[in-house]
């Protein structure tokens, strides 16, 4: 989920989510590492899920890049 959500958003470009992984550890203050993991799970299991995610119900809508969402 960290990996799909986090592409979408812009956040991280990767392919992989060891590469995801990389990234975030790279970007995101440690103190949020593991929150994001927390929140995201069920976030990709409801709202931005792997096809057709939920965009128009999504609270980040209007900051989300939606990259690679049609
Ligand atoms: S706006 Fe769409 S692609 Fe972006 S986080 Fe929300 S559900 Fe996912």
């Known amino acids: ?17 060891e590469e995801t992984l990389r990234e975030l550890e790279h970007k995101l203050p440690r103190r949020y590492w593991i929150d994001i993991n927390r929140l995201l799970v069920p976030f990709g299991k409801f709202i931005c899920t792997g096809t057709r995610p939920k965009c128009a119900q999504c609270p980040l809508n209007d900051m989300c890049a939606r990259v690679g969402v049609a």
Do not use: A, D, L
């Open 1 to 17: 989920h960290v990996h799909r959500i986090t592409n979408r958003w812009g956040y991280v470009h990767t392919r992989t989510p």
